[in-house]
């Protein structure tokens, strides 16, 4: 077994992903990840946890899209099948859900993005943190 496979299990991936939704501190859970909307902080105010190394560069923006267009193309269906509203109707609701619930999701996946990488170890996040 080799150093890397043993420091993988040390960190739990669930535990993190859920604190990097919560916008919180993957390491301790308790501090703000964010210090603006979608900025990330240096460090944890709580833990010191070094933050630096995180790189999530696009991943966010993609994850969004991908889940914001997968729950409302079915709801679309289903809402114009069920009570075919007028066309305005449907593209002011639909936009406006499509753009709240974007905005709901991005700073949150961005949370699971840099969690995930600090359980994993990649891009720096080392023993030392």
């Known amino acids: ?5 043993i420091t993988l299990e040390n960190r739990p991936m669930g535990q993190a992903v859920l604190r990097g939704f919560q916008c919180k501190c993957p390491n ?3 501090g703000p990840l964010l210090k603006g909307y979608l ?5 944890c105010t709580v833990c010191r946890q070094d933050l630096t190394p995180a790189r999530a560069d696009d991943g966010p923006a993609y994850l969004t899209i991908l889940l ?3 729950i409302l193309a079915p709801l679309l269906h289903v809402f114009f099948t069920t009570f075919r509203p007028e ?3 449907m593209a002011s609701l639909f936009g406006v859900l499509a753009v709240g619930l974007s905005l709901f999701l991005l700073p949150r996946l961005k949370g ?3 969690a ?3 359980a994993r170890y990649m891009h720096g996040f080392g023993r030392s943190g």
């Open 116 to 118: 995930i990488q600090w």
């Open 1 to 5: 077994m080799t150093d890397q496979s």
């Open 28 to 30: 301790c859970g308790s």
């Open 68 to 70: 914001v267009g997968h």
């Open 39 to 43: 900025t990330l902080r240096e460090e």
């Open 112 to 114: 699971v993005v840099v």
């Open 87 to 89: 066309p305005m109707v």
